[in-house]
């Protein structure tokens, strides 16, 4: 009795969306992170440029993408998340 | 004793104080003990739940043992701090709604509770509650110890009487209070925490004369300090990834964490969770980690790791600033430690002792024994702490490798995939912790990455290959039914 209910309850299609989208963001914050610290990093230290004081590599892995991460988490909620009621609509069988 | 310094920490534990005797008239008053004590009701709004999710995360580790490492290695550590950024969003997301929704319907109220009603097995509950008390007593003797240890170069008190009052401060709320305490008190927690971390941030870019000064006087004694690689370039982009495992996705497998995603009211409070948290945790994990690198010209020459940012604090603020300051690892440590007390104390009282050995107490007898149960291992996890070990942040890492290694498929896997099943998640918990023990002691560190991703991989194949061969066999009985 229990499968039927959960298989079918529309909440948990919306639930399972949101879940792969918390995957694709910290896939994406990975690729981010990773990209920069180690594609920009690997340069000599003496080939560095620097953004605000800090080693440009340091500056878009951490600091820019630690910015973009927290707008990505936005939108995220805010286009693609539903709210949804938790409590079960419960089936009144009349007073008791 | 310096009082300039000493007041505002103390103002701060009385807020602690007097929360958790608010907490109380809801414990007092409310007509579900467990879920009250245990779970606050299942009333958490955003910000506290955001508050309370990056409290007990941020510990020890993240405020004194974290920028200890980035003093003596540079950037490169503040690098894989930033892999806990993931922490803010990740975790609600995929345990999320779903998670939240079936809690409700099988009326969990702690994790194992979650797990009996996923599973239906003796087994896994017995498992879970061993992995839980195992780890987390370390976990939180760690964290005495870091508290402890707090007070005692604050005030010049000796350790013990050091320790004994942070003991002290922090039973009396969470023995009072619940978990409700316990979240509010992380709410103020969490504030204090990003205050901290903004001001001292500030104060020591200043007292460093900026950061193009600071970022040249540290290539200057150590080019390696402001690359990825670590001070002697030994941080290899593997190792570092790795982390994102360790403290970034795997927190999902802690019970500490999984618990609160139990815990909150609707789906409006999810959603603010996420943005505040993430913007929160990201704020305090990458200034921390900075201040732990600009503090080296500053200071230079510190041995110990764990002194850096008590001492730069007490030498760039003036004393009550200071105070206010260093009220934040204070308020990690509590925020942690209280936690992980309620957290052990829900798994010996509702999922031991409910479940096995005396399932119809009254309520007053839950009451009561809920009180003292949590009021014994506090005293317990005192005595373990009189005599502190040295590695405070491995000890708190290695409980979270294997609590993730237990916990991470049973509870995710569980929640999306219905052919995993009670032999998957029992094996999937054997196999994980027993490797992880085993990893940890005779080759830790396996092909350069952090212990914890080979039982985590080993965990995911027993937990789908035994679910799958087991498979007719379980749902067998389920026709039969």
Excluded at chain 1, 45 to 61: I, N, R, T
Excluded at chain 1, 62 to 87: N, Q, R
Excluded at chain 2, 167 to 196: C, D, N, P
Aim: hydrophobic content about 55%.
């Amino acid at each position: 009795m229990k499968h039927k209910e959960k298989a079918n309850d529309p909440r948990f299609k919306i639930a399972k969306k949101e879940a792969y989208i918390g995957i694709g963001l910290v896939l994406f914050n990975f690729i981010w992170w990773f990209g920069f610290a180690y594609g920009m990093g690997s340069a000599p230290v003496e080939k560095y440029s620097y953004v605000f004081g800090l080693p440009a590599w340091f500056f878009y892995s951490c600091v820019a993408g630690f910015v973009v991460m927290v707008i990505l988490v936005i939108v995220a909620v805010k286009f693609f998340f539903k709210e949804v009621p938790f409590e079960d609509e419960v089936e009144e069988g009349g007073s008791q | 004793m310096n009082w300039g310094v000493i007041t505002p920490l103390l103002i701060f534990l009385i807020v602690m104080f007097i929360i958790g005797f608010w907490a109380n008239r809801y414990v007092s008053s409310s007509d579900s003990f467990l879920q009250e004590y245990f779970l606050g009701g299942r009333e958490l709004g955003g910000f506290v739940l955001a508050m309370t999710m990056v409290a007990t995360y941020a510990s020890a580790g993240s405020f004194i043992g974290g920028p200890g490492i980035a003093y003596t290695q540079g950037l490169g550590w503040v690098l894989l701090s930033m892999a806990q950024l993931s922490t803010g969003y990740f975790v609600l997301m995929v345990l999320g709604k779903k998670f939240a929704i079936m809690a409700r319907k099988y009326e969990a109220i702690t994790l194992i509770d979650y797990l009996k009603e996923r599973y239906k097995s003796k087994w896994v509950v017995l498992l879970s509650a061993a992995s839980i008390i195992i780890f987390l007593f370390s976990a939180i003797a760690a964290q005495w110890v870091g508290g402890g240890r707090l007070i005692e170069s604050l005030t010049g008190l000796p350790y013990t009487t050091a320790l004994f009052i942070f003991a002290v401060s922090v039973l009396v709320y969470v023995v009072v209070g619940g978990f409700r305490a316990v979240a509010m008190t992380e709410a103020v927690q969490g504030v204090v925490m990003f205050i901290g971390t903004l001001i001292l941030l500030i104060a020591t870019v200043m007292a460093g004369g900026g950061i193009p000064k600071i970022m040249a006087d540290l290539s200057k004694e150590n080019p390696n300090l402001i690359t990825p690689y670590g001070f002697d370039g030994s941080l290899s982009p593997l190792y570092v990834s790795s982390f994102w495992i360790l403290v970034g996705v795997g927190v999902v497998g802690l019970p500490q964490i999984a618990v609160r995603a139990m815990s909150y009211k609707n789906s409006k409070a999810m959603h603010r969770a996420l943005v505040i948290g993430t913007v929160v945790v990201g704020f305090i994990m990458l200034g921390m980690h900075l201040i732990g690198v600009f503090a080296r010209p500053i200071l230079p020459g510190i041995e110990i790791g764990d002194k850096v940012m008590p001492m730069l604090t007490l030498k760039i603020l003036p004393p009550w600033l200071a105070g206010v300051v260093l009220a934040a690892p204070m308020a990690a440590i509590m925020s942690t430690v209280d936690s992980l007390l309620i957290l052990v104390s829900s798994a010996v009282v509702k999922d031991v002792y409910l479940n096995y050995i005396k399932p119809n107490a009254s309520d007053d007898t839950v009451k009561k024994v809920s009180f003292w149960v949590t009021a014994i291992l506090g005293v317990l996890v005192f005595l373990m702490a009189l005599s502190p070990p040295d590695l405070i942040i491995w000890l708190n890492l290695f409980s979270f490798g294997g609590l993730e290694a237990a916990f991470i498929w049973p509870v995710v896997l569980g929640l999306y995939w219905q052919t995993g099943n009670k032999y998957g998640a029992i094996s999937s918990m054997v196999v994980g912790v027993g490797s992880y023990i085993l990893l940890n002691s005779y080759y830790p560190n396996a092909f350069g990455m952090h212990t914890v991703v080979l039982p985590i991989l080993l965990s995911l194949i027993f937990y789908v290959g035994v679910s799958l061969l087991t498979q007719t066999s379980s749902s067998k009985l389920q026709l039969e039914r």
